[in-house]
């Protein structure tokens, strides 16, 4: 992780505000008092810091990689007699498995129950399990209480634009867990881009979308009130969106300056990439349709797919030499709970035993490939970051993005981070 192309997305990536427990903090009543604490571990001191508070309830959000930490400080926190609700994708995919660890559990979309889990958590009367009967219509989202945060600078702030995916790639969890696709109306994206701007005028976003522009269209609403916030933005979306002129076209000006596009893998027998399947070269096309523009193009690959050997990473490492995106973002295929590929490797008793949640970090083997053993998939990968993410490459990715950047409209010079 200390390599230098991969170091600056880390650290971005860390610093992102929670916006799960942020937007439930924006809804919950103003008779309650709210504090956001932020962790990388279960330390005695925010154990400490957290009972000292004397909470009503504790929520607690944590990724797959995380959330047996999450389990752990539900677990110290109940021992000092403290309720705590666990909730996001990890608890909605495994409900059973985290109902063990804390009073109550929410299942899917938090915004609907919230108001009940605070009513019982109030009343002493916690159920074990809350889950929304209808998908929450983003047209009622709250503002997130991005003061939470407090008065240190963020690189980055989070904004919700759409919910889901309409695809359903093998090894994504969005497409299943979050319920239908569903669009927040651009006047609520508004709102909250003026609570952002108004603690940063100069902030940047990352969409916390699974995939904006999904559904195809102009999304002139979309990209008007992005445009006139004046905010620089970043998001994630697929290749199809290069072959979508009326979005291209206002693209940058909205305040585009990176997309990240799943490229996903070179390997042929790859089934991950569902309905946005495509020859590589039509992707290639359409990521240059979008650096054109001057919005840089984060190309993501996964590697260790069915049919991947060492001669296929060694082709995308030679690739890489050559990838047209400005930036590349490298993982190891991870069965997170939940996907149909979690699914069909269990069937195939591919999952390795001795590799628990804290190894879903996208960078950890936790199955056997059917063309290499687990191990020697491991040194290939790690070959493979640092052949990729050394100080040449990274280089040369930069002299990209400026070149990208010189295009956009708004920038003048600047580089994000
Ligand atoms: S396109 Fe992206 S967000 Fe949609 S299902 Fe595939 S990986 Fe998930």
């Given at each position: 992780m200390s390599l230098p192309g991969l170091l600056s997305r880390a650290k971005a990536i860390a610093a992102l505000p929670p916006l799960g427990v942020l937007t439930l903090a924006g809804m919950t009543p103003t008779d309650w008092s709210v504090t956001l604490h932020e962790t990388k571990s279960v330390t005695d001191e925010l154990v400490h810091r957290i009972v000292s508070e004397a909470p009503t309830l504790v929520a607690i959000s944590a990724l797959t990689a995380s959330i047996l930490e999450g389990y752990a400080l539900s677990t110290r926190l109940r021992a000092e007699g403290i309720a705590v609700v666990?909730?996001?994708?990890?608890?909605?995919?495994?409900?059973?498995?985290?109902?063990?660890?804390?009073?109550?559990?929410v299942v899917g979309d938090g915004e609907p129950v919230w108001h009940q889990v605070l009513a019982d958590a109030e009343n002493g009367h916690l159920r074990a399990r809350y889950r929304a009967t209808a998908p929450f219509d983003l047209a009622h989202a709250p503002l997130p209480r991005f003061d939470l945060l407090g008065d240190v600078a963020r690189p980055r702030f989070t904004l919700q634009t759409s919910r889901g995916c309409p695809f359903a790639c093998d090894f994504c969890g969005a497409s299943r867990l979050l319920g239908p696709f569903r669009t927040k109306p651009a006047t609520r994206v508004r709102d909250e881009l003026r609570a952002i701007t108004a603690r940063d005028p100069r902030a940047w976003i990352e969409l916390a979308d699974d995939n904006t522009f999904a559904e195809g269209g102009p999304h002139d609403d979309l990209?008007?009130?992005?445009?006139?916030?004046?905010?620089?933005?970043?998001?994630?979306?697929?290749?199809?969106?290069?072959?979508?002129?009326?979005?291209?076209?206002?693209?940058?000006?909205?305040?585009?300056?990176?997309?990240?596009?799943?490229?996903?893998?070179?390997?042929?027998?790859?089934?991950?990439?569902?309905?946005?399947?495509?020859?590589?070269?039509?992707?290639?096309?359409?990521?240059?349709?979008?650096?054109?523009?001057?919005?840089?193009?984060?190309?993501?690959?996964?590697?260790?797919?069915?049919?991947?050997?060492?001669?296929?990473?060694?082709?995308?490492?030679?690739?890489?030499?050559?990838?047209?995106?400005?930036?590349?973002?490298?993982?190891?295929?991870?069965?997170?709970?939940?996907?149909?590929?979690?699914?069909?490797?269990?069937?195939?008793?591919?999952?390795?035993?001795d590799r628990d949640w804290s190894r879903h970090t996208l960078f950890d083997v936790t199955y056997r490939p059917d063309c290499m053993g687990a191990e020697e998939l491991e040194v290939a990968f790690v070959e493979l970051l640092r052949d990729a993410f050394g100080e040449e490459p990274t280089r040369r990715r930069h002299q990209v993005r400026r070149q990208v950047w010189r295009r956009h409209p708004l920038l003048c010079g600047e580089v994000p981070s």
């Open positions: 666990l909730g996001g994708l990890h608890v909605t995919a495994l409900p059973e498995e985290a109902a063990l660890h804390a009073d109550a559990i990209l008007s009130v992005l445009g006139e916030s004046g905010a620089r933005w970043f998001t994630e979306a697929d290749w199809r969106l290069g072959e979508n002129p009326a979005v291209l076209e206002r693209l940058a000006a909205s305040g585009c300056v990176q997309v990240l596009v799943g490229l996903e893998s070179r390997v042929h027998r790859h089934r991950g990439m569902g309905a946005k399947a495509a020859p590589p070269t039509r992707m290639m096309d359409a990521v240059e349709a979008i650096q054109a523009v001057g919005v840089a193009v984060i190309g993501c690959y996964i590697v260790g797919s069915d049919g991947e050997t060492r001669e296929s990473i060694q082709r995308l490492r030679r690739f890489l030499d050559r990838d047209p995106c400005a930036d590349a973002q490298i993982t190891l295929q991870t069965p997170f709970p939940g996907t149909a590929l979690r699914q069909r490797l269990e069937d195939e008793q591919r999952l390795l035993a």
